[in-house]
């Protein structure tokens, strides 16, 4: 983006005077406006009404008294490239234009998009078909429907590609601490990458949240979200639907198994944003973030006035990777001296009602049990009463400010949490916000949170020691050449070209099969070389283990009948010979495939005839450090047959990266004539590996 636009996007976001265009929809933008507290001036563009919303009204841009810095639209399609032009030459900063009718409806409306840009000159525009944008730290709303929302002068970002989905964000009854809020629309201009390069670095936002449809760069998301990352800013993203996969035909196992789900999950593991599943997370783990900020690690202290709540803490907590660490000889004494004689000293801590909401018995147990049990993180778990029933809740307020006093002395990121969600009403929440702890709505999504906020601190350490190079994309479009499947034969030379170990072997004749046997050496593996057996098991043109002459020449006449009953054009009289292998210590599937989105990704799993039905897969993004490929390995439920299982011996890691790595390096060459490559299996070994089929698709330049 250019200074000007730069300028001009501050221009729109913290706005000395905007203009209104249009009518009905411009009256409410209006009234969100003041609704917001916007104190500057407002003008209204409306060619057939004196005055909207009690303001006088103009009749046309050249009116204006002068260059608007924000401008909210809500006129027809077909009219507003012309008034971008006018306002272009008026001089305005930018536009939040809600009109509908564009890319997203047809191809008329995709022309008239294509006219807007064109004539934005060096204007920002939101949209179109969006709902815009608020600023709550300034008090700035161009924004077409009702809005509600928190900012203790700080939040979260929030960025959407659905107009609803952000207005219910602000409707949520949850207290974020939002910082700005846009709906993105059509992203003709700003889209999410340049929202999170223009917020991420203001120390008013601290974490963005995403709710993403689709990415139409990402390249220059991956900029954006490494810019983030080093300016100690986390991204939480929703990502809902599915982008296109491409049109290359994908005939591989991973190629089913990697699709654009596991794509962005690699993204987002790579450049360290937090995936959630739901709108409930999202909004949790922001909160977290923004108030309580990222712990250092996964050990927590709890706190509850409930057997039943630290067993809650104790159950989801180790389930999803959270530690407690146990209370040492010394904090467990001193404990035991502060609390009543049917408490137990544990972590999670009880810490029973005969000293609930007594600040002065409750406070010391706190404190002490923060200065003595080595944590990252701590929460006490409350749930307050209901309207009306409101007796005791002094009693709670007593206990949950005793914990954030000890928690803010220890300098723990900290949450108060409710068990059911809506047990923690608008004024609890917004006082413990005051006091920078983080009031939680639900257990899991607690402890999800304090997890996700961990793992960020972790990948963004890693992540910035050995920042990845950038993405491999194709320079060309896949679909440009249609894809051609290589033999086997053909797919381990070039495998054995990368210097991945394959087994030795020869296509022949019929008429050669026994003496190349007897030159390789018997039992021997016998496969029929086609480019029409894409998968050649199930053609019947695989005979594996065959230890005479005999047998070869069984087995050649047998799969000639067999692969002619399955499909008679791809029978061949060539014949792969090699020798078998011998049984490994496991079977991995390794998948690299060419997206037109992300470029060059490698999928890793458990390999063999059961790929699909386990599902034991990983992705990454290439390039890719040798540290990326070796933790992709251990995240797989393999990874227990590769470090060595049940007195087994251990696999020869540093061959079996530095394979993996050799492949990923020979199609990152070949990026842009290689569209998919599946070894499966890869035998791997005490020493070394060996790729015992492969299927191989290319393209023509």
Known sequence: MTPAKRQNFERLLRPRHIAFIG???????????????????????????ETLAGLSCVPTIQDLPDAPDAVFMAIPAPTVPQAVRELARKGAGGIVCYSAGFGEAHEAGRGLEAEVKAALGDMVLIGPNCYGVINYVNRAALWPFAHGGHCPGYGAAIITQSGMFSSDITMSQRSLPLAYMASAGNQADIGLTEFIDL?????????????????????????AALKALKARTPIVALKTGNSAIGEALTLSHTGSLAGSGALY???????????????????????????????????????????GGATMLADHGETIGLRYPAPGPDARATLMDLLP????????????????????????????????????????VQDYPAPGLDETEQLYLNDGVAFAEAAGAAGLPAAICATIPENMPSHIREAFIARG????????????????????????????????????????????????????????ARLADAGIPVPQGRVVSRDQLVQTARDIGFPVALKMMSAGLAHKTEAGAVA?????????????????????????????????????????????????????????????GSGGILVELVGDTASLLLPAHPADIG???????????????????????????????????????????????????????????????????????
Request: proline share 7%; charged share 20%; aromatic share 4%.
């Open 544 to 604: 594996l283990d065959i230890g005479t002459p005999e047998q070869l020449l069984e087995a050649a006449g047998t799969m000639t009948t067999t692969v002619s009953g399955h499909d008679a054009s791809a029978v061949t009289g060539d014949f792969l010979v090699e020798r078998m292998a011998p049984p490994p210590l496991a079977e991995l599937v390794v998948g690299i495939r060419r997206d037109p989105q992300f470029g060059l990704s490698m999928t890793l």
């Open 437 to 492: 702890v983080a009031p939680m709505q639900g257990v899991h999504e607690t402890l999800n949170a304090i997890r996700d906020a961990a793992w960020w601190h972790a990948a963004r350490r890693r992540i910035l020691q050995a920042t990845p190079d950038p993405l491999v994309t194709p320079r060309r479009a896949i679909t440009c050449c249609k894809p051609r499947l290589l033999t086997e034969a053909q797919g381990k």
């Open 265 to 307: 999950r690699a993204l987002f593991d790579r450049v360290g944003i937090i995936a959630v599943t739901n709108p409930s997370q999202l909004l949790e783990t922001l909160k977290f973030l923004c108030v309580a900020g990222a712990p250092e690690g996964t050990e927590v202290l709890g706190f509850t006035c409930s057997g």
């Open 23 to 49: 009518g009905a929809d411009a009256a409410v933008a209006i009234n969100e406006a003041r609704r917001a507290g916007f104190s500057g001036q407002m003008w209204v563009v409306n060619p057939r009404r």
């Open 341 to 380: 004689p049917i408490a137990t000293v544990t972590n999670p801590l009880d810490y029973t009602t005969p000293i609930w909401g007594q600040p002065e018995q409750t406070g010391p147990v706190f404190a002490q049990a923060m200065a003595g049990i080595p944590a990252q993180a701590t929460l006490l």
């Open 199 to 223: 917020l991420c670095e203001r120390p008013e936002v601290r974490a963005i949240g995403l709710h993403i449809e689709g990415l139409s760069d990402i390249p220059a998301f991956e900029r």
């Open 631 to 701: 933790a992709a390995l251990d995240s797989l439920r393999i990874s227990a047959l590769l470090n060595g299982f049940r007195g087994k011996p251990a696999a020869d890691r540093a061959a079996l990266i530095a394979a993996l790595a050799g492949l990923a390096e020979h199609a990152i060459a070949q990026a842009d004539t290689v569209d998919e490559i599946e070894i499966n299996p890869l035998f791997v070994y005490e020493s070394g590996v060996l790729a015992v089929d492969v299927l191989m698709q290319v393209s023509a330049v």
